[in-house]
């Protein structure tokens, strides 16, 4: 069997989430988030992309419901022990299959958390989830239940963040090796993805971000390549992984002599993170970390050429993306503790001068503050 906790840490983290149930009045859960399954029982697959849904009674019993591609998976990456699948037809009607599902479990009439926050839940089998369970039961939007609880990374969590970040470094190394006038950004994506998976790491939950020229100012993946120019600009944001945890980072490499106005933005993007680290403290929340990073900027000059959010919490995520609960945005009331894994970025785009300047990495909230997990410099990179 493939698990990566043991069997006692999956069990607690059960019997807290249960505490939260009790603590909402809910008599079970109806998980369809693939973080959720994963931190809870192991269970790893991509099968969420179908109606799946993992049912945890108050009482901690447990049910899934899958398709037959993934009952194997879940018999070896799981603790899930009741391993139900309904089979793929045109008459298909698997809310219905999970209806009875909880009629078995004497929830007719009960009170149950669903994650409608899903990507494993589309708006078409929400719709369908709704009418099946209508008059049934009654179903209450837990979709930040598990995540809260997720937030906090035990010391095995934070092992495989600090093994996450070792891979992002290594990385970026083979990046920076590469990075020249007519190098290919195909090469550079090739080698960045190799050095983590020659680490044993994982496939990152979205697409590493590449772009160059008037590309380096977006921050997010887009199709096509190109030859890097002699003067020119390269934007990278990428994640070293390890066991689907994350430790994300962000660079603006610059090739040929930067100019005067790039150079200060390196710098007020360094000022910036170090201000917001600071704030990554227990006690503190993620609006005031967030107001470090406009506060720098904008003092700089630069309020119009910012973003208005400034990272978010990372850990155990998959596709379409590594960004977790909760964000670093203006005012957000969410309170910061010690064993939070959070991704700060700095983003700098000048379109007027066709500028970018980035700088991140990722962060663990200690009892006192934050360690920053990467080991690479924060100099600018000029080739």
Known sequence: MALHFTREELAERRTQTCAAMAAASLDGLLLFRQESMFYLTGYDTFGYVFFQCLYLGADGRMTLLTRAPDLRQAQQTSVIEDIRVWADSPEARPAEALRD?????????????????AYGLTARSGQRLDAALAGFCTLVDASELVSRQRVVKSPAEQAYVRRAAVLADEALAEAQQLVRPGAFEGDILAAMHSAIFK???????NEFII????AALLCRYYTGRRHLDANDQLTLEWAGVDRHYHAAMMRTIRIGQPP????????????ALHAVEAKLTPGRTFGEAYAAHAQTLDAAGYQAHRLNACGYSLGTTFAPNWMDWPMLYADNPVVMAPGMIIFVHIIIFDS?????????????VGATGAEALSQAPLDLFVV
Request: hydrophobic share 30%; net charge negative.
């Open 101 to 117: 599902i909880l009629a078995e479990h004497g929830h007719r009439e009960g009170r149950l958390g669903v994650e409608y926050e």
């Open 260 to 271: 005067p106005r790039q150079i200060e933005m390196h710098q007020v993007a360094e000022a």
């Open 211 to 214: 772009g160059s020229g008037p």
């Open 352 to 364: 007027e001068r066709n500028l970018a300047m980035t700088l991140g990495r990722t962060s663990l």
């Open 199 to 205: 680490g044993g790491g994982d496939y990152p939950g």
